[in-house]
């Protein structure tokens, strides 16, 4: 009885195996890696890519922009996605603008302050304001919420205002979008960035955050678009080699218009007319 | 008197706020992520991101790495198990060395094993970003688990089965077969649920090494999304994914339910027939 079982068991597991080692077909492979901000949009891309190159699979992984970089020039992958221009040390590697995103200052919805310049951002990102009340605010602690280093978002937020990551003061570290709009929804009192199209979409479905405008111009995919709001980024696939064949293809095709409902499913702004 | 019956209340108390923050928990999912719920979610492949459709090719790659996990850990732990409780002596200076790392690999957070599993099983042994990878770094990661659990169960079975088994002439091999392993099952099911419960809720150790792709996967050395890692990314890295991530949570919980129950019904029965045999 019980031998039985494990024979049946036994042979189950066997199936099993040989049906997925037997049935998988010769397909050509393209690893994406990078950008955790990248792979949803690449991932969808993809998906249509496939269905028009059945011989292909496209496999995306995440890990951050700098991990994108390295992975594409030590060619661990065969395109690299990176939320951010390429800095001059990676002069080596090309770079494919597929979209672009735009990155706001966050701030909880019952937060009575509406704007906030370039220097209050600065002096409150550092430590030196650490009270609401010192920007016309109501009195309470300011809670500083900081991305985690290796996300591009962090890279482009402290290049726009001059900082180093080292100057500053946050009490809060986190990692994706999501993590940011859901620490300043839930407290008051606290300022956050995140990526214009993801917080555009929450706010508008009842999230309690608002966007901050920048130097007077309001936080949205449409400023993005028309390049006038200053805090944006292009999101870029990266290769070391001049991309042929198959890369070449996949490249092509997310730069194509084809790709644009895509994008804009993804709360990205295109850039393909 | 008075003593007593405060003790009394304060236990009622705790078990009252322990259950209610697993009936809290659930409720909140179910509250949140009913609606998404069908047939149809369970089967589909995820669209837009995992916003829309289901989660069918995350299930089947979480199921895969799950088996590939337990069956490389089980028989692993097992031996080492029963050669730490049943060959070596107490005091010996090698099977002391086996139990201080087993201690110390059980303490490493799971992250430190997805770096590993990263450069040892895709980029080393060259596995790439592979369902093979995932499982086998779960397996590392569940080993010393498994091996403390099932080590306690063999210990627990008393000495005179060993010393009457040894009086009926029976090899040690024999006696292992029919007397210790049978006693030891509960603890063995129980250690290999433990596993299964960290390898299923394991996210960290996953993300480099068996990865994001949600399609289903053609073989063992294609990538594919496990249902941890598709609640984190949807509630973490998708806007609008937070009413699929909490119905994919809530069939990630009643998947360890339902594991759970069958096992232990299961250990029973086995138990009761091993034991009812002799």
Redesign the interface.
Known sequence: MKKSAFIILFVLSAAVWAYFTLTAPARQKLVLTGSSTVAPLAAEIGRLFESQYPGVRIDVQTGGSSRGVKDARMELADIGMASRTLKATESDLLSFTIALDGISIILNRDNPITALNKQQIIDIYTGKIVNWQAVGGSKAPITVVNKAEGHSTLELFLHYLGLKNTQVKPQVVIGDNQQGIKTVAGNINAIGYVSIGAAEYEAMHGTAIKLLPLNGIPASVKNVQNQSFPLSRPLNLITKKQPTGIIKAFIDFARSPEVNPIIEAQYFVPVAN | MLKNRLATLLIWLSVILISAVFVVLVLDLVRHGWAELSLAYLVDAPL???RGGGIGPIMVSTG?IL?LTI?VAAPLSLATAVFLTEFSSKNSVFSGIIKRSLDVLASVPSIVFGLFGNAFFC?YLGL??SILSGGLTLACMVLPILIRTFSEGLRAAPDEYRLAAAALGLNRAAALRHFLLPTATPALIAGLMLAIGRAIAETAAL??TS?????M???????GRALSIHIY?L???????DSHANSAALILISLLFMINTLSSKLAYHWMHKRITCL
């Open positions: 837009d991101a995992g895969l088996a069956s980029v790439g970003f993300i480099f990865g994001y792709v949600d399609r996967p053609d073989s063992l050395m294609d990538s990314d509630s973490m890295n998708v806007a609008g994914g």
